[in-house]
C-alpha cells in the first residue's frame, strides 16, 4: 500500500493528535528525557565555561568501502576543524565528543550550566529506528535530548529535525504552509506502485530513499521515465536503504541551494549548481558523486555559482520561498539550507535540510564567504546562535 505518514502513529492524547506525527512523537520524548534525568533542569543564566563538540562517530571504519562513508568521515574533520577554531577564538575549555547513538552519556561528564553544545550530532545513516519513538531518527533524538537536559546548543531545534528527517513529512509541512513543492507520493515496497497508486502524476519522476540525506541514493539513473522503470527503481532502492522510498515528479530548470541562519532567520547569498554539463534534461541532477566522490565527472563538471547570477525579482522570490520553506518546518533558530528548482517564475521547494555540512567547502560556507565570513567567522556567528557573547569574557590578562 502506499506509504501515509499521517497514519504511523496513534496519537497519545487529544493534545499530541492536532500536531503532525513526528512533533507529536518528539513532544513525548523531550518530556520523558526531561524526567528521567536526575539533573536540575534549569535554564542557564551564566556565561559558560566550555564547549562540547558533540559529534557522531561511525561503526564502518574498516568494514564498508569509502565512497559509502565519505560524508561520516566529513562529519569528524569537521568537528575537529571546529574544535580548533574555537580553541584559537574563545576563552572557553572546548572538548571534543564523539557518540555513536545515544548522546545522554557522552554528555554527562558536562554540566548543562556550564556547557555549550556544538551540535554536529547525524547519527548512523539514515533509517528510523524500530523501536517506540520510531518516529525519530538518531539526529533528531539527539537535539532533542540535547534541549532536554537544559543545555544551550547550535543548529536547529529537535522538532525541527523530526519533521524534516523525513521527505514526506517535509512536503506534507510545506503544502500545509503553502509552500509550493513537487507532486509527491511515498512508497513501502515496489508492489504498491501501480497505474492507481499514480495517478495525477506526470512523468519523468525522481526516486529517493525517504529519510537518507547527503544524497544518498540520488545517482545518474534516479529519474524514470516510464512505469516498468519506475518500479525497477522503487524496488531498487528500498532493498539498499531498507526505508520506503519518495517519488516525487521532476522539475526541470535550475536548481538553487538557500543557506538561511539566525533568529530571526536571514538568507545568505544565493547559490546556483551548473548542471548543464551533464546532458540531457534528466540526468542534470545533483548526485552523490557530484557532491562526494572527487574525480567524478559530476564532482568536476557541477560548478556552483554563489553569489548566484539571477535578476532582482527572481532572487526575491527564491528568498521568500526559501523563509517561507524555513518556518514551514518549524525551525525558530540555527542553519540551515533550502533546496529548490526554478522553473520559469515558479519555485519549487525540493528539500530543507536544518543542520546542514559547515564543512569549510560545503554550501552553507560557501554562502558565508559570499557573505563576507570567512571559515572562524562562520563558526563563531554559529556559537553566538546558542546564546554565548564573547564579550562576556575578560581576555585581557
Known sequence: MVHNPAQTVASRTAREAVQPPPLAAAAVFIQDIAEASHRPLKPASTPPRGIVVLYSETDKLGKAPPEEIWADLETIAVAKAVAQVLRQHTPLEVHLAPALRHVESVLAPFPPEDYVVFNLFEGVDGIVPEDGNDLLDEEARAALTIEALGYRYTGADGRAMALSVNKAWTKEALVRAGVLTPSWRAFERAEDVTPASTAGMCFPLIVKPLCEDSSLGIDADAVVSGADTLQSRVAQISLRYEQPVLVEEFIIGREFNVGVWGDPPQVLPLAEVDLSALGAPEKRIVTYAAKWQEGSFEYEHTPVACPAVVSDALAARIRSAALQAWAAIGSRRGYGRVDMRVYGKRCYV???????????????????????????HMILTILSSAGVDLHDYDTTG
Open 350 to 376: 525540493l528539500e530543507v535540510n536544518p543542520n546542514p555540512s559547515i564543512a569549510a567547502d560545503a554550501g552553507l560556507a560557501r554562502a558565508a564567504r559570499a557573505a563576507g565570513l570567512d571559515f572562524a
